[in-house]
């Protein structure tokens, strides 16, 4: 069973720009949540997904949005890029709503300059 | 209230030896404590897990001591290996698995 799925795996943008990010979640799991990654701030949660309807959502501004579609595949968009958004943006897949184990992609390193 | 704290940042044991890795959390309401362990370039991925009504799991070489009056757990690595080398994130949630609030994490060397 393939894992989860992110794409790109390397991105790089300048300040004021948008973004959007792709994950396809493992076959059969219908949730997906986000989370970011900074050496400063950790590991922390952005939203998640279940049915294409957004469950949670973490403390994060309107900039950052996200959908998930009828085959379960996410896509997270940030809009106007500031620096402090350079991170790895880590996706997550589950079978379900409340399932245990949440199952981690490799993530999307996004860079602003 | 809703952080976990986590102790040490950074840990480097001998081949053999028992790093122990601390976390402290405010939320009474939190009911499920996972590890995760990551490794360089790859995202984290579920080591072990304890339920506040238990006070210690065991998987493998890994344990879990949960000490819900003091609101602390703590992860136990026995017989550590080179390949351990990893960061280690213990994280807490309630209600719904999916919303983790995760430590600062620990990155541990094993030395041969």
């Known amino acids: 069973k393939a894992g989860v799925t992110q794409t790109p795996r390397y991105l790089i943008k300048t300040r004021g720009q948008q973004v959007t990010l792709s994950c396809s979640p493992i076959?059969?799991?219908?949730?997906v949540s986000w989370y970011q990654q900074t050496p400063g701030q950790g590991l922390q949660f952005l939203f998640e997904?279940?049915?294409?309807?957004?469950?949670n959502k973490g403390n994060f501004p309107g900039r950052f949005s996200g959908r998930q579609f009828s085959n379960s595949r996410s896509e997270m968009n940030v809009s106007t890029l500031e620096l402090g958004d350079s991170a790895l943006y880590l996706c997550?897949?589950?079978?379900?709503?409340?399932?245990?184990?949440?199952?981690f992609g490799s993530g999307t390193q996004l860079s602003v300059l | 209230q809703q952080q976990v704290k986590q102790s040490p940042q950074s840990l480097i044991v001998q081949k053999g030896g028992i790093p122990i890795i601390n976390c402290a959390y405010e939320?009474?309401?939190?009911?499920?404590f996972p590890w995760y362990q990551q490794f360089p370039g790859k995202g984290p991925a579920l080591l072990i897990a304890?339920?506040?009504?238990?006070s210690e799991k065991k998987e493998g070489r890994f344990t879990i001591s949960f000490n819900k009056s003091a609101k602390q757990f703590s992860l136990h690595i026995m017989d550590s290996q080179p390949g351990d080398s990893a960061t280690y994130f213990c994280?807490?949630?309630?209600?719904?698995?999916?919303?983790?609030?995760f430590g600062a994490g620990t990155r541990l060397a094993v030395h041969p």
């Open positions: 997550a897949s589950s079978p379900t709503a409340r399932s245990e184990k949440l199952f």
């Open positions: 076959s059969g799991h219908r949730s």
């Open positions: 997904y279940f049915s294409e309807t957004q469950r």
């Open positions: 939320n009474t309401a939190f009911d499920y």
């Open positions: 304890i339920r506040p009504d238990v």
């Open positions: 994280a807490a949630t309630s209600g719904g698995y999916n919303k983790l609030i």
